[in-house]
């Protein structure tokens, strides 16, 4: 029995150790998206999950490990590797330890190469094909007290099994070369900084510029700052639009690397560095995210919660570009859009970008096109209090805007059902960049508010995930 599951469970692990690159290939990833097989919801829902399915298959890696026999000291190797790979991935250590969760995981290349040659041993031994065809197969597997005692059942002969791990990960290896190659041609291009903005909420504002660098809305981008770390890429979207002369995006210095950088810009001194003494970024990307999606409903929910709101920056500004644009041929006629903050302070970077688009609507008759919703979740008595005395004032107290923010978080029973009785028998998109829990109770909604009925409403659920 130890054969079988060793063999059984040999398999397995080839399977999965060649699965486990593809969703990490982010150039693959990004052509699966612009393929015409895979424009379309269901499977482009699939392609944002890359990531999930990436842990799914690593746990899967860890549980065929421990089942297959340790074959010498490559088997040790390997399952070393393994081990602290998998346990530097978990959630805590990710938002506490980013740096732990980095370097261990480049481990992947022992395990891979321990892997390759973990068979060249030929620990594992199965019958030759010559002894196999002296053998009545039907006759000896029930008989096999007989073995070497009747001619139908000579004693059986057996080698080395040759090794085959090679041929599971050759071209999920060979695409992650290649992958590996296109980064380190983009990193080594030249980025130019061109302004650089403090905001609140320990937010940085980075504007840069790059040749051929073409993105879409919703997209991000991995940064690499070689003054705070040579080794660290870190994902952020893009908060500009492709209309735009440049691309954005804004920092929140919440750990190690973000802190370096914000020192590196001189933002944690308030110095107004020039731009030679700005620190030198390399640019990874851009790659396509579920918020990219938008544009491809008719009526799109985009809901954030704190620096969330990032992708949605890059959506709103882009599709305010296309709705005033003369050819315009968006098939998105509407937009309903949350944004949860724990303190006023959070809405100020944001909102100067919404007065903006609620003048430019007010002006141009197309206030419908918008719905915004402001929830301030962090408050006291004393804000309650302020806030209420200012209610009859035309514009909100904390943003300026037409639109007064709400205190306490949303019903999201009664928002859906709003939304569901205004579009009636219309497919909506519902995008979602936050916190994992206010995840959990999104996806619930949409499943029940969605009809039962093909012709009725129903909603996709979409979530950021990097």
Not at 28 to 49: E, P
Not at 286 to 307: D, E, L
Request: charged letters at 15%; proline letters at 4%.
């Amino acid at each position: 029995s130890a054969l079988s599951w060793a063999r059984a469970s040999a398999v397995c692990l080839n399977f999965n150790c060649m699965l486990i690159i593809l969703p990490v290939c982010r150039n693959f990833m990004s052509l699966l998206r612009g393929t015409s097989a895979c424009c379309r919801g269901d499977l482009r829902r699939l392609l944002d999950k890359n990531i999930t399915f990436h842990r799914l298959v690593g746990y899967m890696i860890t549980l065929l490990a421990v089942l297959v026999s340790v074959a010498g000291i490559t088997g040790f190797v390997i399952t070393l590797a393994l081990v602290l790979v998998v346990t530097s991935s978990t959630e805590l250590i990710r938002r506490s330890f980013y740096e732990v969760f980095w370097y261990t995981h480049n481990l992947f290349i022992i395990f891979f190469i321990g892997l390759v040659i973990h068979g060249a041993g030929q620990a594992v031994r199965g019958q030759t094909p010559q002894s196999m065809l002296l053998h009545n197969l039907s006759y000896c597997k029930d008989h096999y007290n007989e073995w070497g005692e009747t001619a139908q059942c000579p004693v059986p002969q057996f080698s080395g099994n040759k090794p085959v791990t090679w041929k599971w990960v050759v071209f999920p290896l060979g695409l992650y070369i290649f992958e590996r190659i296109i980064r380190f041609w983009r990193s080594k291009q030249n980025v130019v900084i061109t302004k650089v903005v403090t905001h609140s909420s320990s937010v940085l504002e980075i504007q840069m510029k790059k040749s051929g660098f073409a993105m879409e809305p919703g997209q991000y981008i991995f940064l690499q700052c070689s003054a705070v770390s040579c080794l660290e890429w870190h994902p952020f979207t893009l908060t500009s639009a492709p209309e735009e002369p440049f691309f954005s995006v804004h920092v929140r210095a919440v750990g190690d690397w973000t802190r370096g950088l914000f020192a590196e810009c001189g933002a944690n001194r308030n110095l107004r560095l020039e731009p030679w003494q700005l620190p030198r970024l390399a640019v990874d990307g851009p790659y396509g995210s579920a918020a990219a999606n938008v544009f491809h409903y008719h009526i799109s929910v985009c809901i954030a919660a704190g620096i969330g709101v990032t992708p949605f920056a890059s959506v709103l500004k882009s599709v305010w570009y296309k709705y005033c644009s003369p050819s315009n041929d968006m098939r998105l006629r509407k937009i309903y859009f949350y944004w949860l903050c724990r303190d006023t302070q959070s809405f100020e970077w944001f909102a100067d970008l919404l007065i903006s688009l609620e003048e430019q609507m007010s002006e141009r008759g197309k206030m419908d096109f918008l719905s915004y919703h402001l929830f301030l979740t962090g408050w006291d008595e004393t804000q309650a209090a302020h806030i209420a005395f200012h209610c009859d004032n035309d514009l909100d107290v904390i943003t300026g805007l037409r639109h007064k923010t709400n205190i306490g978080r949303p019903n999201w029973n009664k928002e859906f059902r709003y939304i569901a009785d205004r579009h009636s028998g219309t497919s909506i998109g519902v995008f979602f960049c936050g916190p994992k829990s206010l995840s959990k109770t999104l996806n619930s909604m949409c499943h029940l508010h969605s009809s039962s009925d093909p012709r009725g409403v129903h909603f996709h659920y979409n979530k950021e995930s990097f």
